[in-house]
C-alpha cells in the first residue's frame, strides 16, 4: 500500500467526514493540520479555519486560525495563516508516527514557505492520509476569491507531482468510486497509523 493517500472528490461528497470517521481516535496521534469549515445556514461556505490534526479527535485547546471568511461583501483571505501556523505545523508532523493533511488544493499554495515545507513532507518517509481538493473545485473557488493565476499554476504542479509519485494514492470519493476508495482509506489505516 502506498504511504501517502489522499482522498479527493467533488466538494460536499464528505472527504473529511470520511477520512476524520475511519481514523477514529487514531487521529489524535496524527501530526499535521485538519481544516474548520463553517457553513451558512442554506450549506453555503463561511468560514475557513486551519487547526492541528488532533482537534479533530476532540483534543481541546487548540485555537482555531481562520484564513477564509465569506460573511461580508467580499472574501477575505488571510495567508499569514499558512507562512505561519501552516508551515509549522507541516514541520512538526514529522515528530508524529503519521501526518493528516486535511485539505490540500487551494491558495495556500500561493505561499512559497509552504509549498516548501509541504514538499519536505512529502518526500519525508512519514505516512500521511488527507484530503485533497477536486482540481477544478480549487481553480474556480481560487479565480472567485481574485487570486491571480499562479494559484491555478501552483494546484496544477500539486496535482503533477503527486500523481507522478508512486508512493502516493489518490483515491476519489465522487460517484462509482466511492465504495472503493472508502476500502482504500480502511486498508491505509490497517497498514501505517500506529
Known sequence: MEK?????????????????????PAILGAGGFVTEIERRSD???????LLPAAAAGGAEGFAAHPYLDLSGPSPVHD????????VRLLREAA???????????GFELLIPQFRAALT????????????LMDRKEA???????????????????????????????IADLGGLHRKKSLRVLEQWIEEYPR
Open 4 to 24: 501517502h493517500l489522499f482522498l479527493t472528490g467533488p466538494l460536499g461528497c464528505g472527504k473529511s467526514q470520511a477520512l476524520r470517521s475511519a481514523l477514529g
Open 95 to 105: 515528530w508524529y508516527p503519521f501526518a493528516v493533511l486535511d485539505g490540500l488544493g
Open 120 to 131: 519536505e513532507l512529502l518526500n519525508a518517509e512519514l505516512p500521511l492520509v488527507g484530503v
Open 79 to 86: 495567508n499569514e495563516v499558512f507562512r505561519g501556523e501552516g
Open 139 to 169: 481553480e474556480a473557488l481560487c479565480r472567485r476569491l481574485g487570486l491571480s493565476e499562479r494559484v491555478e499554476a501552483n494546484i496544477a504542479q500539486l496535482w503533477k507531482a503527486l500523481q507522478a509519485d508512486p508512493d502516493t494514492r
Open 43 to 49: 450549506g453555503s461556505l463561511l468560514r475557513c479555519s
